[in-house]
């Protein structure tokens, strides 16, 4: 089948095309700069097609004879006009619209676990609930995908701990550390859309994550573990990670996290629905085997790949 894809190009997305390219899938994938992504461009079953989510005639270029888009553009921390707002409603809309007057027969949505339209939620959260709707409210079948924090190399919160752990004899943690993430593995995320695309039957919103549900000190004891390290561990005040987080606005590049970054970590991100199992049919793998496949560079003793839990 023909697919059509955005924000094949990042973090996610790299996983998710790789699955579909093995299942024997064209691709034709939606990027601003082409000639930045020679992994794609090289590669068979790929085509490029110049632009973004506002570009209308990209748009209609990339959906033509598609028989599904898979949605998967987003961000993560509003950079210039990237923001959430126009990334995640009008850009959504955007693709939905493109999608619909191509007579693209199924979107694969990626959304975000959390995802709600409450004005005590992020903006994040927020935008990610609004571009659901936009999916909802278009009449095209659908499968709308709300992944946990998603666990491989090149998770950036993840990058940032196993720096901390290798070079840091302290390890800072904001409150108690109580507050729980259920992170699933990338390879995971990958299969669940790609039978999402295959699948017709699977239909609606559906929450993935791991298979267990783990504080922020248990996920420091699984990257301890794999990097075969142990650090001292000191309490931050949530009252005053929260200053220094609005404060650190003025100055974003020097700021390791955001006010609404830090509301999302306490909040948590768990579900005691998972689709992975009842749905995709798919025993998502433990966190500890992320753990080891991020810290095996690192690890004082590499642990031997294909390792598992």
Not at 34 to 50: A, F, I, T
Not at 179 to 207: K, N, S, W
Not at 231 to 248: E, L, M
């Amino acid at each position: 089948m023909l697919l059509a894809i955005t924000g094949g190009t990042g973090f996610v997305g790299r996983h998710i095309i790789e699955r579909l390219l093995r299942r024997e899938h064209e691709l034709r994938v939606l990027a601003r700069e082409p000639s930045k992504h020679g992994w794609l461009r090289d590669r068979g079953g790929v085509e490029l097609v110049q632009g973004d989510l506002h570009d209308q005639d990209a748009l209609r270029s990339l959906v033509r004879g598609a028989g599904a888009l898979v949605h998967l553009a987003g961000v993560i921390v509003e950079i210039g006009r990237q923001t959430f707002e126009r990334v995640h409603a009008h850009g959504t809309r955007n693709a939905v619209n493109a999608a619909r007057e191509a007579g693209v027969t199924r979107f694969v949505q990626m959304s975000a676990l959390g995802a709600r339209p409450d004005r005590s939620a992020t903006a994040y959260h927020r935008t990610k609930a609004a571009g659901e709707e936009a999916v909802r409210a278009s009449g095209l079948p659908h499968a709308i995908m709300r992944p946990s924090i998603i666990a491989a190399p090149g998770n950036a919160a993840l990058r940032m701990m196993v720096d901390m752990l290798r070079f840091s004899p302290v390890i800072p943690v904001i409150g108690n550390g109580r507050y729980q993430l259920q992170p699933v593995t990338a390879d995971d995320v990958a299969e669940a859309f790609a039978l999402a695309v295959e699948r017709p039957d699977i239909a609606g919103t559906f929450d993935i994550a791991g298979p267990e549900a783990l504080t922020y000190h248990q996920v420091l004891d699984a990257l301890e573990r794999a990097l075969g390290v142990q650090r001292r561990r000191i309490s931050v005040p949530v009252s005053v990670v929260r200053f220094a987080a609005c404060a650190g606005m003025a100055l974003p590049n020097l700021n390791p996290i955001t006010p609404d970054q830090l509301q999302m970590l306490l909040e948590g991100s768990t579900t005691v629905n998972n689709a992975l199992p009842t749905v995709f049919g798919v025993s998502p793998a433990p966190f500890a085997a992320a753990a080891r496949e991020i810290c095996r560079p690192y690890a004082a003793q590499p642990v031997p790949a294909g390792s598992r839990a």
